[in-house]
């Protein structure tokens, strides 16, 4: 039998084709959308992923360093590291903002770490780790930054040193990591000007600039211009220890916060992003509706153009059933070139976003079924209309 | 379907009501026609005479309020339709001839014709070697693989009657096949008619006002308020 859709796609492809490319552009977006969504949360895993940690240990009642901000004081570790089934404990410091480099500010997230403690990044692509206790920088290439390079956090300069990849904020800014006590400095520390002028203020204070008390006016100047303050520790857990009784034994007897990995990512997916998720899940929910409305006219619209030979068809003999069938078959047709399209045009663009686009089989083979489930529902509408024409139609 | 010996068309007081009560209209009143196998005749008369109406009812578009249809040896109707399917009655035992060809435009003139069969579940095959026997019949073989876009008038109103005989149905019913075509032209379709069928002893009736082909029926049915009266024909010959 012939395939009556088949043959009418072949002998007006270049209507199918345009429409399809219509659909298909909108399916790309939808696509991408959900790309963004995939590429949120794989910001937040990869970012776990690239602490090297098991716990998290954060200042009390916080959901740090992520989530919300988090102050510690950086000797904490080491009572840790007494704790049974600690293998590593390390400081580190988070720090978002504006990166100056030859070429201009990048957003990024500045790291402190402290090297071959968790937070250390991973790999690298080009150059080589930290060597130095101050002034060089590991940098993510998307910051765009080359090794050689002197770029300037706060008040110094450093050289980058060496290039890693996909290490980003949960936001998807990339991180440039720095030795640990220059990340304190540029976090902590106040510029010159308000030195003198803490110091000043100090000095103005019986309390503190006693004449009986030699030195303490010195002691208190400089406790303001040091900072031994982290966002959090990194524990790395022996084998066989498990993080969640830990966490519960920090929590209890440390007057600390800490987070376990399942945790850690609990928060950053279900709190971090979730009104963003909610957001996209919307935006997802409405490009469905308007592609479905749009499949539907352009199906309605192509079978009103063909009311005659339908009248025809019927007429002559041919079931409603093989007439809905054909309408079926073309609007699946149209579904599969505008999946092709939107699948090719959401590859190309991706790479292109600024944030990181992360497209899955899985989401693709999901969409797929959802435009041929929204196609088939879409034709319903022309599949009613072409029941309705009377076969006297052809008649007169 | 079992299709009984071929004895052409026959209608005995058909009628046709449309409405109820006060504004309730009799298209047709108790008709009576015969055409037999082999025969083309003509039906005329003036606009709303019920000329439509009678070929709706004999193409089981529309069911008539009262009488009986015979077709093809079998009773079709009877007070009612005897047959369940009136898609596949159409499909099998009616061929239709419009005033336009009405081709589907997305299929090349072989598979216009071979659709009819295709969809009585003939092999694809089979069916396209009675589309290449018809057209070869009406003389646009040559035109096979063409879309009907790519032929004249003339070849589609041939194809068009090449499908109308695809399924070697008893009876076609010809609703002004000859309207938009010059005398020369309306002629050469009625000589094609004619030798189709004496050829396929197929029944044909023809709707038509069409002055320039009355002459060539031997026999007429003229329909007036609903009412057909035979009347015998000048049969000039078309051969």
């Known amino acids: 039998?012939?395939?009556?859709?088949?043959?009418?796609?072949?002998?007006?492809?270049?209507?199918?084709?345009?429409?399809?490319?219509?659909?298909?552009?909108?399916?790309?977006?939808t696509l991408t959308f959900a790309g963004v969504y995939r590429g949120m949360v794989d910001?937040?895993?990869?970012?776990?992923?690239?602490?090297?940690?098991?716990?998290?240990?954060?200042?009390?009642?916080?959901?740090?360093?992520?989530?919300?901000?988090?102050?510690?004081?950086?000797?904490?570790?080491?009572?840790?590291?007494?704790?049974?089934?600690?293998?590593?404990?390390?400081?580190?410091?988070?720090?978002?903002?504006?990166?100056?480099?030859?070429?201009g500010d990048v957003r990024a997230m500045v790291v402190g770490f402290e090297p071959g403690q968790p937070g250390e990044p991973a790999f690298l692509v080009a150059g080589r780790r930290?060597?130095?206790?101050?002034?060089?920088?590991?940098?993510?290439?998307?910051?765009?930054?080359?090794?050689?390079?002197?770029?300037?956090?706060?008040?110094?300069?450093?050289?980058?040193?060496?290039?890693?990849?996909?290490?980003?904020?949960?936001?998807?800014?990339?991180?440039?990591?720095?030795?640990?006590?220059?990340?304190?400095?540029?976090?902590?520390?106040?510029?010159?000007?308000?030195?003198?002028?803490?110091?000043e203020r100090i000095a103005a204070n019986p309390?503190?600039?006693?004449?009986?008390?030699?030195?303490?006016?010195?002691?208190?100047?400089?406790?303001?211009?040091?900072?031994?303050?982290?966002?959090?520790?990194l524990v790395r857990m022996a084998d066989g220890h498990p993080a969640a009784v830990l966490a519960e034994t920090i929590g209890r007897w440390k007057h600390l916060q800490a987070y376990t990995r399942a945790e850690m990512e609990e928060l950053l997916i279900a709190k971090l992003i979730a009104t963003a998720a909610k957001q996209i899940g919307m935006f997802l929910v409405i490009l469905a509706v308007v592609s479905a409305a749009i499949v539907a006219f352009i199906?309605?619209?192509?079978?009103?153009?063909?009311?005659?030979?339908?009248?025809?068809?019927?007429?002559?003999?041919?079931?409603?059933?093989?007439?809905?069938?054909?309408?079926?078959?073309?609007?699946?047709?149209?579904?599969?070139?505008?999946?092709?399209?939107?699948?090719?045009?959401?590859?190309?663009?991706?790479?292109?976003?600024?944030?990181?686009?992360?497209l899955e089989t899985g989401d693709a083979v999901l969409g797929f079924f959802l435009v041929m489930a929204v196609c088939a529902l879409a034709s319903t509408l022309a599949i009613r209309a072409a029941f309705k024409v009377d076969p006297a139609a052809a008649i007169g | 379907m079992p299709i009984a010996t071929n004895t052409g068309i026959q209608i005995e007081g058909l009628s046709k009501r449309y409405g109820t009560g006060a504004t309730a209209v009799d298209a047709l009143k108790d008709v009576n026609m015969s055409v037999a196998p082999g025969e083309v005749v003509g039906l005329i008369g003036p606009s709303g005479s019920g000329k439509t109406t009678l070929l709706k009812c004999l193409g089981a578009i529309i069911t008539p309020t009262h009488g009986r249809m015979t077709l093809g040896g079998e009773v079709i109707f009877d007070q009612g339709w005897k047959i369940k399917d009136l898609t596949a009655l159409r499909r099998d035992r009616i061929g239709f001839v419009f005033q336009a060809p009405y081709l589907i435009p997305f299929l090349d003139v072989r598979d216009n014709v071979a659709l009819l069969p295709m969809l009585a579940a003939q092999p694809d095959a089979k069916a396209r070697e009675r589309s290449m026997e018809l057209l070869e019949a009406?003389?646009?073989?040559?035109?096979?693989?063409?879309?009907?876009?790519?032929?004249?008038?003339?070849?589609?109103?041939?194809?068009?009657?090449?499908?109308?005989?695809?399924?070697?149905?008893?009876?076609?019913?010809?609703?002004?096949?000859?309207?938009?075509?010059?005398?020369?032209?309306?002629?050469?379709?009625?000589?094609?008619?004619?030798?189709?069928?004496?050829?396929?002893?197929?029944?044909?009736?023809?709707?038509?006002?069409?002055?320039?082909?009355?002459?060539?029926?031997?026999?007429?049915?003229?329909?007036?308020?609903?009412?057909?009266?035979?009347?015998a024909g000048q049969g000039h010959s078309v051969h």
């Open chain 1, 1 to 29: 039998m012939i395939s009556l859709a088949g043959r009418d796609i072949l002998h007006s492809w270049g209507r199918f084709l345009l429409t399809g490319m219509g659909l298909g552009l909108l399916i790309g977006v």
């Open chain 1, 43 to 103: 910001d937040a895993k990869v970012l776990l992923n690239n602490s090297g940690a098991d716990l998290w240990v954060v200042q009390q009642d916080t959901q740090g360093p992520y989530a919300e901000s988090s102050s510690l004081r950086d000797d904490v570790y080491r009572s840790l590291l007494g704790l049974p089934g600690v293998a590593q404990a390390a400081n580190v410091t988070y720090l978002t903002m504006q990166v100056r480099g030859p070429s």
């Open chain 1, 130 to 199: 930290i060597t130095r206790g101050h002034y060089e920088a590991v940098a993510d290439v998307r910051t765009g930054f080359v090794p050689g390079e002197r770029i300037r956090i706060r008040r110094h300069e450093y050289t980058v040193v060496g290039l890693t990849r996909r290490t980003v904020s949960s936001g998807g800014d990339p991180m440039v990591f720095i030795p640990l006590k220059d990340a304190q400095e540029a976090q902590f520390l106040k510029d010159n000007d308000a030195i003198v002028g803490e110091r």
């Open chain 1, 207 to 233: 309390a503190f600039n006693r004449p009986g008390v030699p030195g303490l006016l010195e002691a208190v100047t400089a406790s303001q211009t040091t900072s031994h303050n982290v966002n959090a520790v």
């Open chain 1, 299 to 358: 199906i309605y619209t192509m079978t009103l153009g063909k009311i005659r030979e339908i009248a025809v068809l019927k007429l002559i003999g041919t079931h409603g059933r093989t007439i809905a069938g054909m309408i079926l078959q073309q609007a699946l047709g149209l579904g599969v070139i505008g999946f092709i399209i939107g699948k090719l045009s959401a590859s190309l663009w991706a790479p292109l976003f600024p944030k990181y686009v992360l």
């Open chain 2, 138 to 231: 009406l003389d646009v073989a040559h035109r096979a693989n063409a879309l009907p876009s790519e032929l004249s008038g003339g070849e589609q109103q041939r194809v068009s009657i090449a499908r109308a005989l695809a399924n070697k149905p008893p009876v076609i019913l010809a609703d002004e096949p000859t309207a938009p075509l010059d005398s020369e032209r309306a002629l050469a379709v009625m000589r094609i008619l004619n030798q189709m069928a004496a050829q396929y002893r197929t029944a044909i009736i023809v709707v038509t006002h069409d002055e320039k082909i009355i002459p060539t029926f031997k026999r007429l049915y003229n329909i007036r308020d609903g009412q057909t009266i035979e009347e």
